[in-house]
Nanobody, 119 residues
Framework: QVQLVESGGGSVQAGGSLRLSCAAS?????MAWFRQTPGKEREGVAA???????LYTSSVKGRFTISRDIAENTLYLQMNILKPEDTAMYYC????????????????WGQGTQVTVSS
């Protein structure tokens, strides 16, 4: 069983930055960040494959950076130039077999951390 605990969410003005953290029992897996707003499907934001390859959805390319600290068993999402449309609950996810941005292939999930961006 893989435990995932997100932190770092909060409220920020447009143009600001936040760094999300996901403390994991292990990070030698394919890992990703997803986000969800009420009434919408959970969407993949960024993924980090086990070999270190990063993947991003187009709307965050150039603004968000996914990384991990293997020694600390922590996954990060650095979010810069935040926009109101980035407002969502952000979830950390992990998979032993799949690396990508499709939520249905991820097995392990955290409880989420809220990000609110005001204009």
């Amino acid at each position: 069983q893989v435990q995932l605990v997100e932190s770092g969410g909060g409220s920020v003005q447009a143009g600001g930055s936040l760094r999300l953290s996901c403390a994991a029992s292990r990070v030698d897996m394919h890992m990703a960040w997803f986000r969800q707003t009420p009434g919408k499907e959970r969407e993949g934001v960024a993924a980090l494959c086990q070999d270190g390859l990063p993947l991003y959805t187009s709307s965050v390319k150039g603004r968000f950076t996914i990384s991990r600290d293997i020694a600390e068993n922590t996954l990060y999402l650095q979010m810069n130039i935040l926009k109101p449309e980035d407002t969502a609950m952000y979830y950390c996810a992990a998979s032993t077999e799949y690396c990508g941005l499709h939520r249905s292939f991820f097995t392990y999930w955290g409880q989420g951390t809220q990000v609110t961006v005001s204009s």
